[in-house]
């Protein structure tokens, strides 16, 4: 069963065609290509593939052994302290999420409603989106960094349904600085594109930029994964068939004139969005010419004139409209949602939950690795049904292996235990490796010691080069995997350990912290890992050292420090993980849906 995609029963203004395009009527006016037969074998084929993709499903039911880890007395002390670090947790995430809600403060609201007449970013969301149930992609970054506090990194990112269609956005919030670029905003979006061409996810860009942040430019122009990068990915998704909608709802100056012009389909709003490569002041500073910006690059400019834009829309909410029924046009077909009657859809979600709250992942949310309580705790309260079917249960125990549903969706789990020790390291190589074998997503929860190992004789030296081995191979397993990979850290992200559980730079579709976790090469509070032994060094000398180190760890692996920075995906609370877990397999598994996704060499070039 096949549903395309509809403007979702909403009113769209943009003209309905006479005719419906269907396939075979593309085909036969493509007998002149002289690559017919070729784009017709491959149509052909994708169209096979698909057909057989979106058959209604069903898989297997699942026989996983109930994982029955209820919370014992024994926990409690351990359990408590948890439960009152991460409500101090909790509380500083609920005032960075006030602080960020504001955007760029009363005044740049005021203005940017009154006077300069626009939608705040995210009621322009509200419009774009199906619903406002969206995952909003790292919320915190940009706060505490060495320039200051830059709410939402200034632009807003995420995925979000536009007519059922799962979509990436970027979104500038011109009350920030009227939306320039910071170093920061560039990292953002570039990692939003990336997850866009990860996840063969369409992209729809919000411009309303005053351009790169001047008094920065050295740090967003010139280097290769800077403010360049953001065009040089819109023509690689083009040519990746990755679809791109561009709404110019405020200024696109100078370099984010581009953002539009490379997009595959724009719209401009009447009054509220120009483009231009230098505005009024540099022409009059240039010609002595006194121009409107509407003249010099409005909407009705560029959408009659120059042809820089392909819809003219009156207001803003005329342009999401537009932009959705762009969306609508896209080559998808989605699986039909079972219709199921509410009795039957209650009982399968009560048995679906796991057998244990979620409210208990905060007492489970380690303080410190030596809080930690057995990590199959967590996944029983993670998995449908708390069933989990385990592999290697007997052996390398400190890392635990196996297969759950999520929701429906099948992932192999590998979760930290303890030490990544050889035989550890051995198994996860292993089941990393089944799992690319089935293409089956992994799924990583990731609390990695706080130090490295120690040498301190010959036995341990010998042990450790056989870890040092199995773990090489166990980053190879992870790094060469083809599956989707989503990693949440609910712990330690210390050492090379937190490679192998597939951190940021081994590349996971995903990657979420939990407010609790810390990311830091070693520890707080294991400074002496780091320091090099110095045998002249006087002991209170060495001591100051160390406290120092251990003050500058406790302050720069927080979960909130590394967010800020862009080190992940973003933080999500405990109690909402497998809602998170839920939307990102749903997300990753969309790609199956778009028809015809060969990759073409030429991306779409404005004419
Ligand atoms: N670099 C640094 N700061 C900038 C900036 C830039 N490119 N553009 C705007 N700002 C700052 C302003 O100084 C102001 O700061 P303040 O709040 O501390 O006073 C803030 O952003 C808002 O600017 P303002 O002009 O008051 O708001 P606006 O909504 O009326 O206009 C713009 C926003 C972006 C249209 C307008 O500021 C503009 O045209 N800026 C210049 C754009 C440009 O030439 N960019 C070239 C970059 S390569």
């Not at 850290?489 to 597939?502: N, P």
């Not at 070693?522 to 209170?540: I, N, T, V, W, Y």
Request: contains cysteine; charged residues 25%.
């Amino acid at each position: 069963m096949l549903r395309c995609l509809t403007s979702g029963g909403r009113v769209c203004p943009a003209l309905v065609p006479p005719f419906t395009l269907s396939p075979s009527w593309i085909l036969k006016n493509r007998t002149e290509d002289r690559h017919r037969r070729l784009t017709e074998q491959r149509w052909r084929c994708s169209v096979r593939c698909m057909s057989s993709v979106a058959k209604r499903r069903r898989s297997l039911p699942s026989a996983f052994p109930v994982l029955e880890r209820p919370l014992q007395p024994i926990h409690q002390h351990v359990y408590e302290a948890n439960l009152r670090n991460s409500n101090a947790c909790h509380k500083k995430f609920i005032e960075l999420r006030e602080q960020v809600m504001k955007g760029g403060g009363e005044n740049a609201i005021a203005r940017h409603t009154k006077r300069n007449k626009k939608l705040l970013v995210r009621d322009r969301l509200r419009l774009l989106l199906d619903d406002e149930d969206f995952l909003e992609l790292s919320p915190f970054a940009g706060l505490g960094l060495p320039y200051g506090d830059i709410p939402s990194a200034g632009c807003l990112t995420g995925i979000g349904r536009i007519c059922g269609l799962w979509c990436v956005f970027i979104a500038n919030d011109a009350t920030v600085k009227g939306g320039t670029a910071y170093p920061i905003t560039v990292k953002k979006q570039l990692r939003a594109q990336e997850v866009a061409m990860q996840n063969r996810l369409p992209c729809v860009y919000l411009v309303d930029s005053g351009g790169a942040f001047l008094p920065l430019q050295s740090e967003i122009f010139p280097d290769k994964n800077q403010g360049g990068r953001v065009f040089y990915n819109e023509a690689i998704m083009s040519a990746m068939k990755i679809p791109q909608v561009s709404v110019v709802c405020g200024s696109c100056t100078a370099g984010g004139a581009y953002i539009p012009t490379m997009a595959e389909e724009a719209v401009m709003v009447h009054r509220i969005g120009t483009i231009f490569l230098g505005g009024p002041p540099l022409v009059k500073a240039a010609t002595g010419e006194e121009v409107t910006p509407e003249d010099l690059g409005g909407a009705k400019l560029h959408a009659e004139v120059s042809g820089c834009v392909d819809h003219f829309a009156w207001d803003e909410k005329e342009a999401y409209d537009y932009t959705r029924s762009i969306v609508s046009t896209l080559n998808f077909q989605l699986p039909e949602e079972e219709e199921e009657g509410e009795e039957k859809m209650k009982k399968r979600t009560a048995e679906e939950e796991p057998l244990y709250s979620s409210e208990d992942l905060l007492g489970l949310a380690p303080l410190s690795y030596n809080h930690t309580l057995d990590v199959n705790m967590v996944i029983s309260r993670l998995t449908d049904g708390s069933r989990f079917h385990e592999f290697k249960a007997r052996f390398g125990t400190t890392l635990i292996t196996g297969f759950a549903k999520i929701h429906g969706n099948l992932v192999g789990i590998v979760a930290n235990n303890g030490e990544l020790s050889y035989q550890a390291a051995l198994k996860g190589s292993h089941f990393v490796q089944l799992c690319d074998q089935r293409d089956v997503p992994l799924l990583f929860l990731q609390n990695t010691a706080p130090t490295a190992a120690l040498t301190l004789s010959t036995t341990q030296a010998e042990m450790n080069s056989n870890r040092l081995k199995a773990q090489g191979s166990m980053l190879s397993a992870v790094a060469c995997s083809s599956v989707p990979k989503i990693t949440v850290v609910i712990g330690g992200c210390h050492g090379a350990d937190s490679y192998a559980m597939c951190g940021r730079a081994f590349d996971p579709n995903f990657l979420f912290l939990w407010p609790n976790a810390r990311v830091s090469m070693a520890a707080p509070g294991h400074s002496g890992s780091l320091l090099p032994r110095d045998s002249e060094q006087e002991e209170e000398q060495r001591k100051k050292q160390e406290d120092d180190l251990n003050r500058r760890l406790e302050e720069e692996s927080s979960a909130f420090f590394s967010s800020g920075r862009l080190w992940d995906d973003g933080v999500i609370l405990p109690q909402d993980t497998r809602k998170v877990l839920r939307d990102c397999l749903d997300i990753i598994r969309q790609q199956q849906y778009q028809l015809s996704t060969e990759k073409v060499q030429q991306p779409l070039l404005r004419m």
